[in-house]
């Protein structure tokens, strides 16, 4: 089975802090993404990437960024965390298949204090 | 533009009533793909079925079954005989075939709460 994996489950930082928030798929997939799920909002993409090196802006990228240096491993940056970054943060990665479902890992619950 | 109505926020039912989340979505292509993933307290999404738009018969798995009409732009599920294993959020998701990378658009989510 296919497994993406999260660095932390739950994760508690300060406002103005840098945060590194990390996804790991084992499965060779082209296509990763990175959501943000927020009550009452569903799940909002913040940026994906298609292949090593190339991202692209998703729906809400402000206040983030990405690196994608291997295949397998997709950062998420905050570059000054604020509390209106407190969310669930859900990635995801799937082949460059047209139609291919995602797979997801567990999530990192961040609280910004 | 592409958007994923999920009109229910929470729904309640006993243990063994049947009950049906609805999604409703927009898209100007004419090939898309949606999506039901479900969504349980430990948080990993797990995927549940996919469909293409040119494939309207209505599918059946177990207890879960899936009403897709082109028509009315809706795409639902039914339980049957819900079991309390069955309280999550449920999630309603779009893509369009010229997607670059793939990207899903969700809905809001149906928290479903199953009572014993």
Redesign the interface.
């Known amino acids: 089975d296919v497994k993406v994996t999260q660095s932390s489950r739950y994760l508690v930082k300060r406002t103005g802090e840098k945060v590194f928030l990390e996804c790991v798929q084992d499965m060779d997939h082209e296509n990763m993404f990175w959501y943000r799920q927020d009550p009452g909002l569903g799940l909002r993409l913040i940026y994906f990437s298609y292949d090593v090196k190339m991202k692209e802006k998703g729906d809400i990228p402000e206040g983030y960024s990405v690196s994608r240096e291997k295949k397998e491993r997709f950062s998420l940056i905050l570059e000054s965390a604020s509390t209106n970054q407190t969310s669930m943060y859900l990635c995801a990665s799937r082949t460059g298949r047209p139609g291919e479902k995602l797979f997801f890992g567990s999530g990192t619950q961040l609280s910004v204090l | 533009a592409q958007k994923?109505t999920?009109a229910q926020?929470e729904i309640s039912v006993v243990e063994k009533e049947d009950v049906t989340l609805d999604c409703v979505y927009e898209t100007r292509d004419t090939t898309y793909?949606l999506?039901w993933?479900k969504q349980p307290p430990?948080?990993?999404?797990?995927?549940l079925i996919?469909r293409?738009s040119f494939d309207e018969q209505n599918e059946i798995s177990g207890r879960y079954s899936w009403n897709f009409q082109k028509s009315t732009s809706s795409f639902n599920f039914t339980i049957t005989a819900s079991q309390v294993v069955d309280s999550a959020v449920y999630?309603c998701?779009l893509?369009g075939?010229y997607n670059?990378?793939?990207?899903?658009i969700?809905?809001?989510?149906t928290e479903l709460s199953v009572k014993p």
Not at chain 2, 42 to 47: I, M, N, R, T
Not at chain 2, 100 to 104: E, F, P, S, V
Not at chain 2, 106 to 109: L, P, S, V
């Open positions: 994923v999920q926020t793909y999506f993933y430990s948080g990993e999404l797990v995927f996919r293409n999630f998701a893509r075939f670059q990378g793939g990207k899903l969700f809905g809001q989510g």
